[in-house]
């Protein structure tokens, strides 16, 4: 399998900020076709966890007008049929 990086942009194109917590969970579907799923960087205090076939993102907050950014690699499955 090839290993794939992306990245996962939130924005708050509002003109009032989020003052709670944003989670954002990306999984790969089907299940079992993405191994070594890694966070290779994230905006400044964003946390992040790996979970089976994902990952979550908390944003703790974000201001007006701000985006912040997660990079994610993983491996897909040979078996993985194109373009899912």
């Not at 924005?11 to 999984?27: C, F, H």
């Not at 299940?31 to 993102?57: F, H, L, Q, R, W």
């Not at 701000?66 to 049929?81: E, P, Y």
Request: proline share 6%.
């Amino acid at each position: 399998g090839q290993t794939i990086t992306y990245d996962i942009v939130v924005e708050n194109p509002s003109k009032a900020a989020v003052n709670t917590p944003i989670t954002v969970k990306d999984t790969f579907t089907p299940p079992g076709y993405a191994k070594e799923i890694k966070v290779v960087g994230a905006s400044s205090g964003v946390t992040t966890k790996v979970v089976t076939d994902g990952v979550t993102i908390t944003i703790p907050k974000l201001a007006a007008g701000a985006k912040a950014t997660v990079r994610i690699s993983a491996k897909v499955s040979d078996t993985a049929a194109d373009n899912t």
